[in-house]
């Protein structure tokens, strides 16, 4: 293999970067002008009827309308019809350029032509499924393990939720201890054990609704970046029973929405290390997107566990998997009857040919095409320019990324914390209403963002493309408050 090339060209001063959204969330929003606001809503009335009347209905059947958190879609969701390279259509025929690429994993773009014939191919020959070992599993295996050669053996299942899970049951098998501690703050699915601390740090059981006690009285949270509070609590947890593992997102939590520094991940190895604890690195946004190492490549830091989704199969269903040293990773060896020390996990569908032949095909492409690199340079063309408006009307608006990760904080919503929950508990509303307008605005000029704060870029995104969606950004952010 050549030597391995990684999306972000240039590491984030993230000391810079920490100053300007806190100095965000120091003050108070400067939302759209209500003019403005009521004009972008307009679009949403007269251009996006059939995408109303759908999902109208679909809120009869379907809880809240849609079956996905990323589709909540402020004023009414959007109905989409069809995907391809960098665009959107929906229902209505309007035309959008696609910047949550399903959420992350379609870094070729989105319904990449050459990947799709070759599932086509597994699909006329076997279907989607048999239950039965297929070529394509240990193809997949060998290639992660060649991009990744931390990842000496792999588990496919079927979402990176489901794949922490396991993680953490295979950590737990190992090394006999039962402590988890994440960062705050962190989203690593939504299994019991990790609907805790979610969203905004020190919030523990918050959002726990349905989940008893006892399901997550084993997991702890530290404050982002707060290398000492996690050291306090290995400490703390060496005197009860240890540490099983610590679970990190390699650029930060939210993909990065609290940014690291660059050494951040090698102290967590150095603290697993001194208090016998796994590394677990949740890569299921970072895997494959910074590059076909992975942020572990891009870090050079080996975590025992890693966590997979999203790209591992390129866009398409049952995206997840768990991979690492092979001693862990076997206590997941599957077979009727137990040997007491197997960590038992299952999935009718997971690792089924569809998914593996897509995999397979999406990674050999990204690497063949070098996807990742140039989404990444996508991200630093966008990211440059989106800061440029942001100086040009002197806002206190914040846009940075880590490669193909872009992000434009305008309400900082996702960066309040617990250290102040006055302030946080009067704010959280009125911040997330401002986000939910500025996703809207941006729809209604033809751009289609995660949650109005974050875009992920594609190998589609030409320079063209860039630009005119900076033109579309700024005839949103021209016309907030003050300007
Ligand atoms: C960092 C991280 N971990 C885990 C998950 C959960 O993965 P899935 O949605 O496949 O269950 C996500 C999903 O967005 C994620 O971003």
Redesign the pocket.
């Known amino acids: 293999m050549t030597e391995q090339q990684y999306a972000i060209s240039e590491y984030l001063d993230v000391e810079t970067v920490n100053a300007r959204l806190k100095a965000l969330t120091s003050q108070p929003i400067r939302p759209l002008k209500r003019d403005a606001m009521t004009k972008f809503l307009e679009y949403f009335n007269q251009k996006c009827t059939k995408s109303k009347a759908l999902t109208d209905e679909a809120k009869k059947y379907i809880p809240g309308g849609v079956q996905h958190n990323l589709a909540f879609n402020y004023p009414f969701p959007i109905a989409i019809e069809k995907a391809d390279g960098a665009y959107m259509w929906d229902v209505d025929g309007n035309r959008y350029i696609d910047f949550l690429q399903a959420?992350g994993p379609t870094v070729l773009g989105s319904n990449y032509a050459p990947v799709r014939e070759k599932v086509m191919e597994v699909i006329n020959s076997c279907g989607p499924v048999t239950g039965l070992f297929h070529e394509y599993e240990l193809k997949l295996a060998k290639l992660i393990n060649e991009y990744m050669p931390a990842i000496e053996m792999f588990r496919m299942l079927g979402?990176?939720?489901e794949s922490?899970m396991a993680a953490v049951r295979a950590a737990r098998t190992y090394t006999k201890k039962k402590k988890v501690i994440k960062v705050g703050g962190a989203?690593?699915?939504w299994s019991d054990s990790m609907v805790y601390g979610l969203h905004i740090p020190g919030t523990g059981r918050l959002e726990a609704t349905g989940i008893p006690r006892g399901a997550n009285k084993n997991t702890q949270e530290f404050f982002p970046n707060n290398l000492s509070a996690l050291r306090r609590k290995l400490i703390v947890n060496r005197l009860r029973g240890g540490t099983a593992a610590v679970i990190i997102?390699p650029v930060g939590p939210e993909?990065g929405t609290r940014p690291v520094p660059f050494d951040f991940n090698q102290k967590v190895r150095e603290l697993c290390d001194e208090f016998g604890a796994l590394l677990i690195f949740?890569e299921?946004?970072t895997g494959f997107r910074l590059g076909m190492g992975g942020a572990q490549g891009y870090f050079g830091v080996k975590p025992d566990l890693t966590?997979f989704?999203?790209c591992v199969t390129g866009g398409y269903p049952m995206?997840?998997g768990v991979g690492g040293r092979a001693e862990v990773v076997n206590t997941f060896a599957p077979g009727i009857g137990g040997t007491g020390e197997r960590a038992y996990i299952g999935g009718t569908l997971s690792a089924n040919p569809l998914s593996c032949v897509a995999g397979y095909y999406a990674l050999k492409e990204m690497e063949r095409t070098n996807a990742p690199v140039i989404a990444g340079r996508a991200g630093d063309r966008l990211t440059k320019s989106l800061q440029a408006i942001i100086d040009k009307y002197d806002l206190p608006f914040v846009a940075y990324n880590q490669g193909s990760i872009v992000h434009l904080e305008t309400s900082g919503v996702m960066l309040l914390d617990l250290k102040n929950p006055l302030k946080t508990l009067k704010e959280i509303k009125s911040r997330k209403h401002m986000i939910e307008e500025m996703g809207a605005a941006y729809m209604a000029e033809g751009l289609i963002t995660l949650a109005g704060s974050r875009m992920y870029m594609s190998m589609a995104d030409t320079n063209e493309i860039i630009d005119d969606a900076l033109e579309r950004f700024e005839a949103v952010l021209s016309k907030v408050e003050g300007v």
């Open positions: 959420g979402s990176g939720t922490v989203y690593h699915g997102e993909s949740d299921v946004v966590i989704g999203k995206a997840g």
